[in-house]
């Protein structure tokens, strides 16, 4: 029996959004291993995340903030709820078609759009400022940013193409 529109699509961008992000942390262990690039501490994500519930959505620096219980749990979470959703939102642009038959310049060209996340949500929010401007290394800073979210755009291409040569929907 054939799925429904909303339930493949669904189904897609969590298998999308999972891999694609999986793809991108291997990237940062690779980088890291090979090259000694520290990656992104998602307990301060977590960290941050915390905050909110309290009315707290800026920090002059996360890394001095108190501690959360449970950052680790709620950052490395957020990160790959925030990765599905952003499948979701590519694949809501590209529509379902695409995933069937995937092509890689949207993806990695969507993977690079969604690095304005990070740099006008995320590292203001946590203290360095707009695209990292208060980093004490910005432009290595935004550089990285910008990789990483390059990754995760080969990342939505490859869990695409891999879903569509498993899943004949």
């Known amino acids: 029996?054939?799925?429904?529109?909303e339930a493949e699509?669904?189904?897609?961008?969590?298998?999308?959004g999972v891999g694609a992000t999986a793809t991108m942390d291997i990237w940062a262990v690779v980088m890291k291993r090979a090259f000694g690039v520290?990656?992104?501490?998602?307990?301060?994500?977590?960290?941050?995340?915390?905050?909110m519930r309290h009315g707290q959505f800026a920090h002059e620096s996360i890394a001095e903030a108190?501690?959360?219980a449970g950052e680790q749990i709620i950052g490395w979470s957020a990160h790959y709820v925030i990765g599905v959703i952003f499948a979701g939102l590519f694949l809501f642009v590209l529509g379902v078609d695409w995933a069937r038959d995937?092509?890689?310049l949207p993806a990695v060209l969507f993977g690079i759009v969604t690095v304005s996340?990070?740099?006008?949500?995320?590292?203001?929010?946590?203290g360095l400022g707009f695209a990292a401007a208060k980093a004490p290394k910005s432009n290595i800073a935004r550089l990285r940013s910008?990789?990483?979210?390059?990754?995760?755009?080969?990342?939505l291409f490859l869990?695409?193409?891999s879903a569509a040569q498993v899943f004949q929907i």
Do not use: C, E, K
């Not at 501490?41 to 995340?49: H, I, S």
């Not at 996340?117 to 946590?126: C, E, N």
């Open 1 to 5: 029996m054939p799925m429904d529109w």
């Open 9 to 16: 699509f669904v189904f897609r961008a969590i298998l999308i």
């Open 38 to 51: 520290p990656s992104l501490n998602y307990g301060f994500v977590g960290r941050w995340l915390g905050h």
């Open 66 to 68: 108190p501690p959360i």
């Open 102 to 104: 995937p092509t890689l």
């Open 117 to 126: 996340a990070p740099f006008f949500v995320m590292q203001p929010g946590m």
């Open 146 to 155: 910008l990789i990483a979210h390059t990754s995760f755009g080969f990342g």
């Open 159 to 161: 869990a695409t193409w």
